[in-house]
Structures are given as structure tokens and as C-alpha cells.
């Protein structure tokens, strides 16, 4: 069979257990959302790819090798192109659904965690761990700079939970409180800002946090003040292990998506289910719509699971054991 057939093949595969695993998560959820709010349509699969080191197919490091990881994250093009963070294969891979690859630009080390790809094609890539540092490459590949992230409002990279590509620059999210600018909007180094949670226009803060009793909370801040302005509960059905992200869109609509699990009181602590719950809320934090994902983080490692476009489009990296999925909601 062709390497084109065998990936069309893949991609058919991935639909089918695509269907599947909704429904059956469908099925065995008593959650129910808000009467007030809409379900968004989707997952609809963009594109599927199986694991390997050619190709399309994307790398994967199992535990016998080291600690497992997949690709660790994603962006997505103007055109509909997905770039993936192919770390383990020293690559960026340029695919196009459903299952094509269309182009491929190598990097330095297998260590990067992070990616943001400009409209003019530079990338920045982020390591937090091993180099400390942002990387910022030109579309043919060639490094241009590199910036240590170690220093006012980032005490050590491995509490950075976010890479935040914004109007004017690149910041980075300090354990999922503050941002810290370390680029500017021609990707120079510059002083660094700190700002406090994530924006939502102009003059007002986005902050998330678990509530210690198995929930989760978000709220809205003056920028300027610090006051609350609004509190809501997430209305989880389950418990909430995770906030996997908190923004908003280009209309000022939240976006939040929460890991959660749930345990069988038969089997003691183990757990039973995993979801990814999606909300999206307008600017004064009341729901919307919501969504439903049985797609979690499983025994390999990804920093970043889900892309949220300016049009409010969730877009998702999925993996599962016959490989990588990029799953699309809208409204």
C-alpha cells in the first residue's frame, strides 16, 4: 500500500473511533449543561496521522525509551495548514487533512515544548526546561535569536504553564497567574511587563483557579484596580483535576476547557472516566455554549492541547494509540 493510502487509511480509522468515543462518552455522562446554553458543533476531524518517524507520521517517545511524550504542541495557519511540534523527530511538520505533509523544518533539540508560528511564517519555539529559553527562527529554518526566559516574574521555567502570542509581543504565563513579556512585536528582546491574569480587552483581567473542593472558579478583574467584577462557579459534573485553558476571542467571548475526571466508588481511587469540558461564556462570564471531548491527556506527555482562533473556532490535538488527531468545534 502507498504511504498516501496508508495515511487516508489512518484518517478514515480515526473517524470511525472518533464517533465512537463520543458517543459512548455521551452515553455515560449524567452531565447536562446549563437549559441556557447551546452545545457547539463538533468534534469534527480535521485530520488524523499515525505514529512513526517518516512522513507524515508523527513521533512518540514510550516509557521504556524515557519519560512518554507526543507531539507537544500545535498551531494553525491562515490556510487551514496544521504545524506540529514534532520534538521527538527534530522537526516542525506541516500537515494539511487528512492526513498530508506538505513540509517540514528541523530544530535544534527534541526538548522544545511549545510553538507560535507568525503570519509571515517565523516561529518561536519555547524550552523550558533544558535550554531555559525562547528560540526564534526564520521561515527557511535559520536561527535568529535566542532569549533566556530566567528572570523578573520567572523564577524558574518549569512554572511556566503558557506561551501567549499577542499584539505586542510574546509573553509567557507564570503558574497560571501572571504574564511576562519577553519579546516584543518584532520578536526583540525587551524590558520585561508583568501583568496580572490574561486579557479581555482593554480594561478588564481573566483569571482561573481551582476551588479546592473538587471544582473550579473564573473571574473577571479591573485591570486597573484589581477589583472582581463578576465570580463564576464551573459547572463541572465531575471533579475538576485541571484547567487546560482560559481565553478569549476577537468578540470577547471566554473560552475555558477543564480536565475531569471521575472515580467508581467499586474500584477505590481509581479512575473510572475522563473528559475535557469546554465552556464559552460572553464578556460578562454567562454561559453560552459548551462542549464535550473524550479526549485527554493519557500516558503521553503534551504542553499544549488546545488552540482557541480569534473567530472563537477550539481547535484540539487529540492522541490515541493508533496515533494523532486534530479535532475542530464552532459555533
Request: hydrophobic share 50%; charged share 20%; proline share 6%.
Amino acid at each position: 500500500m502507498s504511504p498516501n493510502k496508508r495515511v487516508l487509511l489512518a484518517a478514515s480509522l480515526c473517524l470511525a473511533a472518533l464517533a465512537a468515543g463520543a458517543l459512548a462518552w455521551t452515553r455515560g455522562s449524567a452531565a447536562r449543561p446549563p437549559a441556557a446554553a447551546k452545545r457547539a458543533s463538533g468534534p469534527h476531524l480535521v485530520l488524523g496521522v499515525p505514529w512513526g518517524a517518516i512522513g507524515a507520521a508523527l513521533g512518540r517517545k514510550d516509557a521504556s525509551e524515557a519519560a512518554p511524550e507526543g507531539p507537544m504542541s500545535f498551531a494553525l495557519l491562515p490556510d487551514g495548514d496544521v504545524v506540529v511540534l514534532d520534538q521527538v523527530n527534530l522537526r516542525l511538520a506541516r500537515l494539511r487533512g487528512p492526513g498530508f505533509l506538505v513540509g517540514e523544518t528541523p530544530i535544534p533539540a527534541d526538548t522544545f515544548q511549545e510553538l507560535e508560528v507568525r503570519e509571515d511564517g517565523t516561529v518561536v519555539l519555547l524550552d523550558r526546561l533544558a535550554r531555559a529559553s525562547l528560540l526564534v527562527m526564520a521561515p527557511s529554518g535559520a536561527v535568529l535569536r535566542e532569549v533566556g526566559i530566567v528572570g523578573a516574574g520567572i523564577p524558574e521555567g518549569g512554572a511556566v504553564t503558557a506561551m501567549l502570542a499577542e499584539p505586542d509581543g510574546i509573553w509567557l504565563e507564570h503558574n497560571n497567574t501572571d504574564r511576562v513579556r519577553l519579546l516584543d512585536a518584532q520578536l526583540v528582546p525587551t524590558a520585561r511587563a508583568v501583568v496580572r491574569g490574561r486579557a479581555l480587552g482593554s480594561d478588564k483581567r481573566l483569571l482561573a483557579a481551582l476551588d479546592g473542593r473538587a471544582g473550579a472558579t473564573l473571574w473577571l478583574e479591573d485591570a486597573t484596580s484589581g477589583l472582581v467584577l463578576k465570580r463564576v462557579a464551573v459547572p463541572a459534573p465531575q471533579r475538576v483535576d485541571r484547567i487546560i485553558w482560559v481565553q478569549a476571542d476577537s468578540r470577547g467571548d471566554v473560552h475555558a476547557l477543564f480536565h475531569l475526571l471521575a472515580s467508581d466508588p467499586a474500584l477505590g481511587a481509581q479512575v473510572a472516566t475522563e473528559e475535557v469540558l469546554g465552556l464559552r461564556y460572553d464578556g460578562a462570564l454567562d454561559l453560552v455554549a459548551t462542549y464535550r471531548s473524550p479526549y485527554t491527556i493519557r500516558i503521553w506527555e503534551q504542553f499544549r492541547e488546545v488552540r482557541v482562533l480569534p473567530d472563537g473556532t477550539v481547535y484540539q490535538m487529540a492522541f490515541t494509540d493508533e496515533g494523532v488527531r486534530i479535532l475542530r468545534w464552532s459555533w
